[in-house]
């Protein structure tokens, strides 16, 4: 019991009140006082009716209270429980036309299509049938991103992703809000690393092998021809590429983002850095990239082949009295018609030029009669040319 300036407490027997304190707080009352009193299911307020003072302080103390007071928590729906209940569960839609749909936790879950819930976006699975591949729902209900943003807000998070997309055939850069293995927003991430985007290339040139150019080739087959006669060189044998692709490729994919620019990108700079400045003068020594016509062009040489190859029209080696070799060994040589048509190969040029040169001689001023074709081609300067319009 609360008196005009006084609080005072009274403990009243339910079954034998005492009188002296029952009259105590009626002289309470009767002086302007608030009493507090207990019913039969909650505590009551009262004062002397008509009292406006006593009344007052009861309003002003509900609005201190009221304000003190904390709002109800509403109770939770049957999707919070079920949330609650199956955290690894809950479901989100993924793309296309099937009701197929990836769980918080992980794992992948299909729902028959004539399910009314087909169609939600975001699900509880409360019973599935255990299938570790993808799950068959069999019963679930629907819930919605606020409900799951509610419940779950300490576990949503931001993360930057660069990945390669096998599907797309390209580097993804997103910033992807998630929830599990939930991606609940999921945006273009414009100020991605570049290595970064690099590192997720590594993974792309892995799904589509390495590129190689024609040039790029020849420089792999020099090396590998030379590995065992120069000290430290590396393998570039496709396995052993694979395997370092950090090593020696990463620094050079700045901007390859696709299978497009992959495409057109050349490996030769990031091979060609795996030497030293040494070992590159030795290796063109030992193994030269290109041999010096008669006519002053250089022609790759290709390693590939055993023994090595060049390939060059005819008529650019008349005047060649000698076979061409490398590092000792006879050069395989592919001659061309001026179409650029193979008339003949040969490991051996001043013995082509002795007995078969007379055959093809025939044949080819019967195709190309405005070329020269001499009869002893030793003697006769290399040419490109056509010979000048009405001239034998």
């Keep these: 019991?609360?008196?005009?300036?006084?609080?005072?407490?009274?403990?009243?027997?339910?079954?034998?009140p005492?009188?002296?304190?029952?009259?105590?707080?009626?002289d309470i009352v009767a002086a302007g006082g608030?009493?507090?009193?207990?019913t039969d299911s909650a505590y009551a307020v009262g004062c002397r009716l008509g009292e406006k003072l006593a009344v007052e302080r009861i309003r002003a103390e509900a609005k201190r209270l009221a304000r003190q007071a904390k709002p109800a928590t509403p109770a939770p729906s049957d999707a919070d429980c079920a949330a609650l209940a199956y955290p690894d569960r809950?479901?989100?839609?993924?793309?296309?036309?099937?009701?197929?749909y990836v769980l918080s936790g992980g794992k992948g879950a299909v729902m028959p299509e004539d399910d009314p819930m087909s169609g939600a976006r975001l699900i509880v699975a409360t019973d599935l049938d255990g299938d570790p591949r993808e799950a068959r729902i069999r019963q679930a209900m629907q819930i919605s991103e606020a409900e799951i943003r509610a419940l779950f807000a300490d576990q949503i998070a931001w993360q930057d992703v660069c990945l390669w997309d096998r599907r797309e055939r390209r580097v993804r850069m997103r910033r992807q809000e998630r929830f599990g293995a939930l991606t609940l927003d999921d945006r273009h991430w414009k100020e991605a690393p570049p290595e970064a985007v690099a590192r997720a290339m590594l993974d792309g040139v892995r799904d589509l092998g390495l590129n190689w150019s024609d040039a790029a080739r020849r420089f792999k087959a020099r090396v590998m021809l030379c590995r065992d006669s120069i000290d430290g060189l590396p393998d570039l044998s496709e396995p052993?590429?694979?395997?370092?692709?950090?090593?020696?490729?990463?620094?050079?994919?700045?901007?390859?983002?696709?299978?497009?620019?992959?495409?057109?990108?050349?490996?030769?700079?990031?091979l060609r850095a795996r030497l030293s400045w040494e070992q590159m003068q030795a290796l063109d020594r030992a193994a030269p990239a290109h041999f010096t016509t008669p006519l002053g062009r250089r022609i790759p040489i290709d390693y590939g082949s055993d023994p090595p190859e060049i390939t060059l029209r005819l008529q650019e080696m008349f005047g060649q009295t000698t076979h061409p070799t490398v590092g000792g060994t006879g050069l395989r040589v592919t001659l061309l018609s001026p179409g650029h048509k193979p008339v003949q190969t040969t490991t051996d040029i001043p013995g082509f030029w002795a007995t078969s040169y007379a055959d093809v001689r025939k044949d080819m001023r019967g195709r190309y009669p405005r070329h020269p074709w001499p009869e002893d081609p030793t003697e006769a300067d290399p040419t490109l040319r056509a010979k000048p319009r009405n001239t034998r």
Excluded at 94 to 99: C, L, S, Y
């Design 18 to 26: 005492q009188a002296r304190l029952i009259s105590q707080a009626a």
């Design 90 to 100: 809950i479901g989100l839609r993924r793309k296309g036309e099937a009701p197929r």
């Design 34 to 38: 608030v009493i507090v009193f207990p």
């Design 240 to 270: 052993a590429l694979l395997d370092t692709l950090e090593a020696w490729l990463l620094p050079y994919l700045d901007g390859v983002t696709t299978a497009q620019d992959w495409k057109r990108f050349d490996m030769l700079e990031a």
């Design 1 to 16: 019991m609360q008196g005009v300036n006084v609080a005072q407490f009274f403990q009243i027997h339910p079954d034998n």
